[in-house]
């Protein structure tokens, strides 16, 4: 069954933010993930989400946590 990891942060330091986005690109694709969103400028109807929204589609759960929790992306975040 897919499954989906929904990201909602607020950049604090954009430069190191800037090394982080071009170094998990490589890591979305070996575990077979898709991009669906990355708003960069989210807005809410209700409540108060960070400004970034990412969402990411994956083939399973099992995916999803072999994405996140495999060296390449440890070493990353």
């Known amino acids: 069954m897919t499954a989906y990891v929904v990201a909602s942060f607020t950049v604090t330091d954009p430069t190191e933010?800037?090394?982080?986005?071009?170094?998990?690109l490589p890591t979305f694709?070996?575990?077979?993930?898709r991009i669906l969103a990355a708003d960069y400028a989210s807005q809410a109807i209700e409540g108060q989400p960070n400004p970034v929204t990412v969402i990411l589609e994956f083939a399973s759960k099992a995916a999803a946590s072999a994405w996140y929790e495999s060296p390449e992306y440890q070493a990353i975040k």
């Open 17 to 24: 933010y800037d090394a982080y986005r071009p170094a998990v």
């Open 29 to 33: 694709l070996a575990h077979g993930c």
